[in-house]
């Protein structure tokens, strides 16, 4: 298994229900396979350029060890997900 990290930016208007089940849900997938090492919500924070016309969003940290199925599983969710603005998953080399 290898080290990842996740950064996945949530619409800024959602409440702190919904957010909650979505990091959940993520959580979810990635332990359905792997372990998450560190999980840290940011909260809400400006974008650094607006994104089809928002301008802030909710900032979720994870840190993660899992197989690249959970990974591939993981960015589909992620990509088909309204409520995410941006995302992005890389190795973790350190």
Known sequence: MR???VMYI??????????????????G??????EITKHDVM?????????NKI???IYILVNFTATPEVVAELERILKISDEVIR???TKDVA
């Open 10 to 27: 949530l619409r800024p208007e959602l409440e702190q229900e919904a957010v909650q089940a979505l990091v959940e849900k993520f959580q």
């Open 29 to 34: 997938i990635i332990q359905n396979g792997g």
């Open 87 to 89: 995302y992005l998953i």
């Open 43 to 51: 909260g809400k924070r400006r974008l650094a350029y607006e994104i």
């Open 55 to 57: 301008r802030d969003g």
């Open 3 to 5: 080290k990842y990290e």
